[in-house]
């Protein structure tokens, strides 16, 4: 695709080589920074109620957490590498190491790779709004399987989640130690109002495509926003069913069954898992394109610029005969009256 791949590598307490990469398109504006990640590990352990428990023969392939972020990414990259012209804001495409807890014998928590980037490789002044791709696919325009309908789930597609910087509920996140500012504030106002208008262009339902505040935290978004960052994350079908207490069934992740085919046959085929992809990268190849400058933009803008500095030179040159004729005669009045003896 011609990209320059950075491969930025970090350890942590039990891993050693762990590894970032990272893909740069560079904007207009380099401080202000726009970048969409999706985790490249996976994991495979116990479910509830008895969750993190590793075993030798549990392996998974990660298909939808997060094979689903991880490949559309590859497709976002596919994409812009065909547009012509240079972003507003600097992209960058970010395909993080480890951001799965390895399980209840594991000593630290998982979202080491983006935690890695957010802390190490962002520099101070830069402003940075992320976008999350973990788990989706199977999310509208996918409908819920009839079996899982019988059984009492009673929503006719799966939703796509965005879950956002907060407008109303920073609890989670206040929680957690973060100083809510006026400006994440603000930021986080824009940002949901933005992903809205990208939504409502698309034609997305706002019932089955919806943009809520994040109040769980539980990807790499939570690094972002825990560093004064503005992040969404898109997520397909339902985020705590058992919580929730609903009949929809559960995503599949972290277990065996997390494979292709698991996603192939819960969507009802493979046309519909791709589908539900396209609401997903629609969403994100929008909010691109919205700050994409193709180079007839770039011209278009430069032409503006000089003839701006034209017309304003023309104006001068008009505005300083015209202003030595108001002021000599003023000049010549005001003279003329201190003159005048005072009686
Ligand atoms: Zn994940």
């Not at 596919?78 to 495409?93: Q, V």
């Not at 495509?209 to 994350?233: C, E, L, P, Q």
């Not at 192939?264 to 994409?292: K, P, Y």
Request: proline residues 5%; glycine residues 6%.
């Amino acid at each position: 695709m011609g990209y320059e791949v950075e491969r930025q590598s970090f350890t942590t307490e039990v891993c050693t080589n762990c590894q970032n990469i990272v893909v740069t398109i560079n904007g207009t504006l380099e401080d202000d920074w726009r970048v969409v990640g999706a985790h490249h590990d996976a994991i495979c352990y116990s479910p509830p109620p008895l969750i993190g428990v590793t075993y030798p023969t549990c392996t998974s392939s990660g298909a939808y957490d997060d094979g689903t972020g991880s490949g559309a990414l590859l497709e976002l990259a596919r994409t812009f590498s065909e547009w012509n012209g240079t972003p507003l804001h600097t992209w960058k495409l970010a395909w993080w190491d480890y951001e799965e807890w390895q399980g209840s014998g594991s000593p630290e928590g998982g979202g080491k790779g983006s935690l890695h980037f957010v802390e190490q490789q962002i520099p101070d002044n830069i402003n940075v709004t992320y976008v999350n791709l973990d788990m989706f696919a199977l999310n509208w325009p996918v409908p819920t399987p009839f079996a899982s309908q019988a059984a009492g789930c009673d929503e006719d597609f799966w939703t796509l989640y965005m879950f956002t910087s907060p407008v109303d509920d920073w609890s989670y996140y206040e929680n957690n130690g973060l100083e809510v500012t006026e400006e994440m504030q603000s930021n986080a106002e824009w940002f949901q109002s933005h992903l809205k208008e990208i939504n409502s262009n698309l034609s997305h339902p706002e019932e089955w495509v919806r943009v809520i505040d994040d109040t769980k935290g539980n990807s790499d978004h939570y690094n972002f926003i825990m560093n004064n960052h503005t992040a969404t994350w898109l997520r397909g079908q339902h985020q705590y069913i058992l919580e929730e207490g609903d009949a929809c069934e559960q995503t599949p992740k972290h277990a065996q069954t997390d494979s292709v085919t698991t996603i192939n046959t819960m969507a009802g085929g493979r046309e519909n898992v791709e589908a539900g992809l396209q609401t997903g990268l629609d969403i994100v190849a929008t909010m691109v394109w919205w700050d994409w400058q193709t180079p007839e933009m770039l011209e278009a803008q430069e032409q503006e610029a000089s003839s701006q500095s034209e017309t304003s030179t023309q104006l001068s040159t008009l505005l300083i005969p015209l202003f030595l004729l108001i002021l000599v005669p003023a000049i010549f009045f005001l003279v003329k009256n201190t003159k005048k003896p005072k009686k």
